[in-house]
């Protein structure tokens, strides 16, 4: 079980053990603060200009990167940091997949990770924990969005229980490119096994 207060050091789905990022202690997966915007969106913008995940091609503000991290916290929707040595090394969030009230049990989820720490297992880390807190919430499917060029990130999504659930082709243009984006499914808990908890047979309102 995800315990957000918990150092975390990951297993993969293979049942190998995620190489150690760079520091002298392990890493420590823990909800976000505002006080890591400064941090993530020194990370985000990095991919922006470089990373083959996020379409923006414009830094965003920081007003705008606290919204969006107050949003998903509102929703009971856990926004991660990967913590190495007292610095953001990484992090990762779920929001919902769409608005419309009858998709309220699948979420959407991104991870970014620290130039600095790529290739050290951060992802390894935060994935599983997402992973749990998304479980914890109650969500019951589990969806990533990859560039079909970003090898690592389907690695990674397949490692830990994602299939591949389909293929838009030319959907973006980066980097004087088309860009195509897998579509990767995880099912959570219960999944279509079960009917939702708060399930009552009528009309649900759409989440604001």
């Given at each position: 079980?995800?315990?957000?207060s918990?150092?975390?050091?990951a297993?993969?789905?293979?049942?190998?053990?995620a190489?150690?990022?760079?520091?002298?202690?392990?890493?420590?997966i823990?909800?976000s603060?505002?006080?890591d915007?400064?941090?993530?969106?020194?990370?985000?913008s990095h991919?922006?200009?470089r990373?083959?995940g996020?379409?923006?091609?414009e830094?965003?503000?920081p007003?705008e990167l606290?919204?969006r991290?107050k949003?998903?916290?509102?929703r009971?929707?856990p926004h991660?940091v990967?913590e190495?040595?007292?610095?953001v090394?990484?992090?990762?969030y779920?929001?919902p997949?769409?608005?419309?009230?009858?998709?309220?049990?699948?979420?959407?989820?991104?991870?970014?990770?620290?130039?600095?720490?790529?290739?050290?297992?951060?992802g390894?880390?935060?994935?599983?924990?997402?992973?749990d807190?998304?479980?914890?919430?109650?969500c019951?499917?589990?969806?990533?969005v990859?560039d079909?060029a970003?090898?690592?990130?389907?690695?990674l999504?397949?490692?830990?229980?994602f299939?591949r659930?389909?293929i838009?082709?030319?959907?973006?243009?980066?980097?004087g490119?088309?860009?195509?984006s897998?579509?990767?499914?995880?099912?959570?808990g219960?999944?279509?096994?079960?009917?939702?908890?708060?399930?009552r047979g009528?009309t649900?309102?759409?989440a604001?």
């Amino acid at each position: 079980m995800y315990d957000p207060s918990a150092s975390t050091i990951a297993t993969a789905a293979d049942g190998s053990t995620a190489t150690p990022s760079r520091g002298t202690r392990p890493p420590l997966i823990r909800q976000s603060v505002e006080a890591d915007v400064s941090a993530m969106l020194a990370i985000y913008s990095h991919h922006i200009q470089r990373g083959l995940g996020p379409f923006d091609v414009e830094p965003l503000h920081p007003e705008e990167l606290k919204r969006r991290r107050k949003a998903m916290l509102k929703r009971r929707l856990p926004h991660l940091v990967a913590e190495v040595d007292g610095l953001v090394a990484g992090y990762a969030y779920a929001a919902p997949f769409r608005k419309r009230p009858a998709y309220r049990y699948t979420v959407e989820h991104s991870i970014y990770v620290h130039k600095d720490h790529l290739g050290h297992g951060i992802g390894r880390l935060l994935l599983p924990a997402l992973i749990d807190a998304c479980t914890l919430a109650g969500c019951r499917q589990m969806i990533a969005v990859v560039d079909s060029a970003n090898l690592p990130s389907l690695r990674l999504h397949e490692g830990c229980g994602f299939e591949r659930a389909g293929i838009l082709r030319a959907v973006g243009f980066k980097f004087g490119r088309w860009t195509d984006s897998i579509f990767l499914q995880r099912p959570l808990g219960a999944a279509d096994r079960e009917l939702p908890d708060d399930h009552r047979g009528g009309t649900v309102q759409a989440a604001e």
